[in-house]
T-cell receptor, first 111, second 109 residues
Framework: ETAVFQTPNYHVTQVGNEVSFNCKQT?????MYWYKQDSKKLLKIMFS???????VNETVPRRFSPQSSDKAHLNLRIKSVEPEDSAVYLC??????????FGPGTRLTVL | GQQVQQSPTSLVLQEGENAELQCNFS?????MQWFYQRPGGSLISVFY???GTKQSGRLTSTTVIKERRSSLHISSSQITDSGTYLC???????????FGTGTSLLVDP
């Protein structure tokens, strides 16, 4: 099956903890993305990588750090979570700047 | 200001009615994409439409890049069409999508 896969589906944690989300795509794409969807359902870009190189970093707090081991994987680490980090984190991939395909998302709840 | 404006914000239809969703862009764009999302569900790409008209079953998308607008037409709506429809644009190979706030569609039996 070719698609975008994310783990975990859900994660509940407390303020100050570190969390890590994984994303893998089997579509053979060169570009991967992380988006954040807040409680009002608004989607905003966080990062994009092209061939393991960071291309876009949209004024994301420094506690967020993307990690790309190869062009099929793009993970997201949050060093010390805060309540406003509660959201759904969506990973996507595309062939260069073409059509984007999204994973199922990881819902983070920070208590 | 909001670069991608969608209308209407919400829409209620009786099953079988048609719907027209609009998306307007305040800046020039290279391409745009329509997505469908169920509550708690993932984003499903409905159309990738740099320009022109595309049809898939009961859905038709028309994008006019020069006029910075796109529309999504749903004909003979079904209950299963209920959900949120999002449009997004990409500017000049910018490696990111800018999303609108979505249209929430409810189709009643």
């Amino acid at each position: 099956e070719t698609a975008v896969f994310q783990t975990p589906n859900y994660h509940v944690t407390q303020v100050g903890n570190e969390v890590s989300f994984n994303c893998k795509q089997t579509l053979g794409h060169d570009t991967m993305y992380w988006y954040k969807q807040d409680s009002k359902k608004l989607l905003k870009i966080m990062f994009s990588y092209n061939n393991k190189q960071l291309i876009v970093n949209e004024t994301v707090p420094r506690r967020f750090s993307p990690q790309s081991s190869d062009k099929a994987h793009l993970n997201l680490r949050i060093k010390s979570v805060e309540p406003e980090d509660s959201a759904v984190y969506l990973c996507a991939s595309s062939s260069d700047w073409g059509e984007q395909y999204f994973g199922p998302g990881t819902r983070l709840t920070v208590l | 200001g909001q670069q991608v404006q969608q209308s209407p914000t919400s829409l209620v239809l009786q099953e079988g009615e048609n719907a027209e969703l609009q998306c307007n862009f305040s800046t020039s764009l290279n391409s745009m994409q329509w997505f469908y999302q169920r509550p708690g569900g993932s984003l499903i790409s409905v159309f990738y439409n740099p320009s022109g008209t595309k049809q898939s079953g009961r859905l038709t998308s028309t994008t006019v890049i020069k006029e910075r607008r796109s529309s999504l037409h749903i004909s003979s709506s079904q209950i299963t069409d209920s959900g949120t429809y999002l449009c997004a644009m990409e500017r000049d190979m910018g490696y990111k999508l800018t999303f609108g706030t979505g249209t929430s569609l409810l189709v009643d039996p």
